[in-house]
Each structure stands twice: as C-alpha cells, then as structure tokens.
C-alpha cells in the first residue's frame, strides 16, 4: 500500500535512539523528510538517510521552540508531528518518589509534548495533511504500581491529545495518541533484569509473569508502533482525529 507520504515535512522527537529511530526511519523509508531532536548527541550523529538531527531537550520550553523554528525553516514547513520523547521515571512507591523525579517525569513526558507542540502549530495549519501524534502507553491507561509519575503523564497525554483534537479539527489537524504495551528493546531488557534480581526468579518467569495479562504473548516490535504512526500521518488516516489507539497485543494489567 502507498503510503502517500513521500516529500512529507516530518518532525520526529527523541529519534536518536529506540521507538523515535524507528518511527524516522519508517518515514525515511517511505520517501519523506525527517528532522529529530535528541538530547543524546553522540547517537544523533549516528543516524543515517539524510535525516537533520539537532540537539534539544524537550522540557526546555525556549530550546523546543529555538529547534521547532530551525526545523520547520529547513522543511519548508510541516505535515506531520511526531511526539515520541519520554522518560521511564522513577520506579518507587508513592511515599518514596523523590519531588524532582516526579517532576522531571512530568516535564519531559508531558510538557515536552506541549513545548513542541505549540511550536508547530502554525506551520501545521499551511498543510494539507497535517497531524499530531502523541506518545502515551499503556500506562495512559491503567494504572501502574510504583510507577506512578509515568502513569500520570501518560494519561496526561490523553487529555492533551483529545483537546488538541477537538480544538484543531476545524482547522484539518488531526490529533492522536499511540499506547504501546510490552516493546521489545533495552528498555523493556533493563525492566525485566531487574524484577528477576528483586524477586529472586529466573528471566523466563518474570517474562510469563508480564504475559499473563496480554491476549497476544509476544512483545510488541518498535517497528509495529512505526507502522501505526505512519498510517496516521498518512493521508489515509484522514479521518481518524481524537483516538487512543493501543498498539499492545491486547494488555490487561501493568507491573
Ligand atoms: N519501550 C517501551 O516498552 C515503551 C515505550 N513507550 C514510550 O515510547 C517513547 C519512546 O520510548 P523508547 O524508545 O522505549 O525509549 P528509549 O529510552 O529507548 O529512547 C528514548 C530516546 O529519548 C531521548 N530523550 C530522553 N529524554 C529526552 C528529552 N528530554 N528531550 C529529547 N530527547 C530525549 C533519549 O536520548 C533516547 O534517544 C517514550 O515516550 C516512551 O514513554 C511507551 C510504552 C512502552
Ligand atoms: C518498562 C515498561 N513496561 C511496561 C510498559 C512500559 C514500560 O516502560 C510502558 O511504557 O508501557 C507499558
């Protein structure tokens, strides 16, 4: 299937590394142009397919304007809007959470979002096919022990993104948000390492543990949230605005 994205003017946040590199990548190999934004410099230089990657860190309110400017003035404007970065956050219980994480969580998950956002709306009402997709997870929607600063700016996400649709529909840009469950990755690696060192359980039992609450018993590929991302910044998905689109096997309950 075309895509009907080739020339597109993308902009993909935190693409050095993870889900955002192959979100780039799958927007690069459709034909489009792509600039990222990382704060990780030394993997930024490390990309390849003529993507423009630049150095900022999302929460900083004046940077994410200063690289939204430079990136939109080197595309020549904007079609689609990718807001991939995100921390993990602490993992504490909730009396155990220092402020600074809980806001730093906060800061870059959710407010990142809206840093960047409010930088590109301009540019994304010249297009005509414009959209915004937001990175939530599918703590956007349950409720996640010990780590609850994720969780809450996860959901957080939700709210901005279902506002941003209602108010920036009559205007052609459609607003989603994609929810990832289980993503096969050094993330995900890290996570599992760690509850079979606390809980004294070899790596095959945390594994079952985490699948026992999803229909589909295999981890999700980053490649599978790229295609969904694609198929919402496709002129194809011109008529899905407003969606919390879980992308997660069928997950029933986090932790
Ligand atoms: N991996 C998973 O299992 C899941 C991930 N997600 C979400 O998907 C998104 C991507 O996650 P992953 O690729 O797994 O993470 P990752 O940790 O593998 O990569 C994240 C990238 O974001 C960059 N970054 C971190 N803070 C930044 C900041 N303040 N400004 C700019 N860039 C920054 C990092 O340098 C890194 O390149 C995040 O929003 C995450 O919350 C959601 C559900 C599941
Ligand atoms: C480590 C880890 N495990 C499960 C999930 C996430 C995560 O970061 C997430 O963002 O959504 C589900």
């Known amino acids: ?77 904007l079609d689609a809007l990718v807001n991939n970065a995100g921390i993990a956050g602490p993992t504490a219980g909730i ?11 906060l800061d870059v998950c959710l407010t990142g979002h809206f840093n960047i956002t409010r930088a590109a709306v301009g540019a994304l009402r ?54 990832p469950g289980l993503v096969a990755g050094d993330r995900q690696r890290r996570v599992m390492e760690a509850r079979s060192q606390a809980q004294g359980k070899t790596m095959a039992q945390i594994e079952a543990d985490a699948f026992a609450h999803v229909s589909i018993k295999d981890y999700v590929t980053a490649r599978q949230i790229a295609d969904q991302v694609l198929m919402l910044a496709s002129p194809r998905g011109r008529t899905v605005s407003g969606q919390a689109i879980a992308v997660d096997g069928d997950l029933g309950m986090l932790g």
């Open 1 to 77: 299937m075309d895509m009907q994205l080739k020339d597109a003017r993308v902009i993909v946040t935190a693409g050095a590394s993870g889900i955002g590199r192959e979100i780039v990548q799958a927007f690069v190999d459709e034909g489009a142009r792509v600039v990222t934004c990382d704060i990780d410099e030394g993997a930024l230089a490390d990309l390849s397919g003529g993507v423009l990657g630049l150095v900022c860190d999302v929460s900083d309110a004046d940077a994410a304007g200063a690289f939204m400017a430079d990136a939109i003035a080197y595309l020549g404007g």
């Open 95 to 105: 009396a155990d959470i220092d402020p600074h994480d809980w806001a730093r969580t």
């Open 126 to 179: 010249k297009s005509d096919n414009a959209s915004i997709t937001n990175m939530s997870s599918a703590a956007g929607r349950l409720g996640f022990a010990n780590r609850a600063a994720y969780a809450a700016a996860k959901w957080g996400v939700i709210g901005f993104t279902k506002s941003l649709a209602l108010e920036l529909g009559p205007d052609r840009i459609r607003a989603n948000a994609i929810l």
